[in-house]
């Protein structure tokens, strides 16, 4: 294989071909002319024969360059015709990713509006509860839950999160009011080794020790234990938030009364050179005013915690 000149040359001579004057081309590539003639001269002496004729001030193409010409400047035009492609199909698709949880009980009912106020933007939804590499995968952003220390990412605090215990009413009246916190250790709770029930309980001030908890259903997400206790399965800790219409309906009670806030928030999470590209920046800027609205209309931090 034949190896290539510089590819700076090669892109300077695409240039002054095309448009047979060096001063042009080097306004049009950000060059001083005299930058241009020396990359010419660079590719000639590589090639080892004329591509232009110089006439004063004016360049013409000897007929070499006039048969290398064409054939440069069609792969210029391939090139820019590709990348044009890509940037637009980067310009109008959003890949966003977050937790299963997220994405069915809050994301996916909701997105539809965001759709209707940007309906030349394809959206696409990634629902994995593992942590995904943005750039690897070719995801824009995601909604992700911690810290917010993930570094090289533009973070944005989306909203604290509130831990309760639901159930079912009617599971409820069967098995019996639950006294308290340390009453309902021993009771039939799903997923029982959760890191969310070691947290509500440590904030409510029950002892991992001071009771024996009994053998429980293990489920691997929110979506299922939500949908276990309102079939009357047992007790499951989760989001208060996203289950929101669930307590209003009635479908789901709090086994017992709690105010425990998560340790972890939800994060809008992007690289930090793609924050306020036009659809990242359409997005946040959407999702923020979504829950900007659900606290407004949650002045007690009953859902969504202060």
Same mark, same amino acid.
């Given at each position: 294989m034949v190896p290539l000149p510089s590819l700076a040359a090669i892109r300077v001579f695409e240039a002054a071909a095309r448009l047979e004057n060096f001063t042009a081309a080097a306004q049009e590539l950000g060059m001083t002319q005299a930058a241009v003639s020396y990359q010419v001269k660079l590719l000639e002496e590589r090639l080892g024969l004329s591509l232009f004729q110089r006439q004063g001030r004016r360049v013409a193409l000897t007929d070499k360059g006039r048969e290398l010409a064409p054939v440069i400047i069609r792969a210029f035009d391939q090139m820019r015709q590709g990348f044009a492609a890509l940037e637009q199909d980067h310009a109008t698709v959003l890949t966003i990713s977050c937790t299963n949880s997220f994405a069915h009980l809050w994301l996916?009912?909701?997105?539809?509006? +965001?759709?209707?106020?940007?309906?030349? &933007?394809?959206?696409? @939804?990634?629902?994995?509860?593992?942590?995904?590499?943005?750039?690897?995968?070719?995801?824009?952003? #995601?909604?992700? %839950? %911690?810290?917010?220390?993930?570094p090289g990412m533009h973070v944005q605090l989306l909203t604290h999160n509130r831990l309760a215990p639901l159930c079912s009413p009617v599971w409820l009246e069967s098995y019996g009011a639950i006294a308290d916190a340390q009453a309902l250790f021993t009771a039939p709770r799903l997923s029982p080794d959760d890191m969310w029930w070691h947290e509500w309980f440590a904030a409510m001030g029950v002892e991992? %020790?001071?009771?024996?908890?009994?053998?429980?259903? #293990?489920?691997?997400?929110?979506?299922?234990?939500?949908? #276990?206790?309102? #079939? %009357?399965?047992?007790?499951? @800790?989760?989001?208060? +938030?996203?289950?929101?219409?669930?307590?209003?309906?009635? &479908?789901?009670v709090e086994a017992v009364s709690s105010y425990v806030r998560e340790l972890a928030s939800y994060w809008i999470v992007c690289p930090t050179h793609a924050r306020n590209t036009p659809k990242v920046k359409a997005f946040r800027d959407w999702i923020s005013g979504e829950f900007a609205r659900e606290i407004a209309a949650d002045p007690e931090g009953r859902y969504l915690p202060r």
């Open positions: 996916a009912p909701k997105i539809g509006a +965001f759709q209707m106020h940007h309906p030349d &933007l394809a959206v696409r @939804i990634q629902a994995e509860d593992a942590v995904v590499d943005l750039a690897r995968d070719g995801i824009d952003l #995601a909604v992700r %839950g %911690g810290q917010g220390h993930w991992a %020790g001071e009771a024996h908890a009994i053998p429980g259903i #293990a489920l691997d997400s929110q979506v299922m234990e939500g949908r #276990a206790a309102m #079939a %009357g399965q047992g007790v499951a @800790i989760v989001n208060l +938030f996203m289950w929101k219409q669930e307590v209003e309906a009635e &479908l789901l």
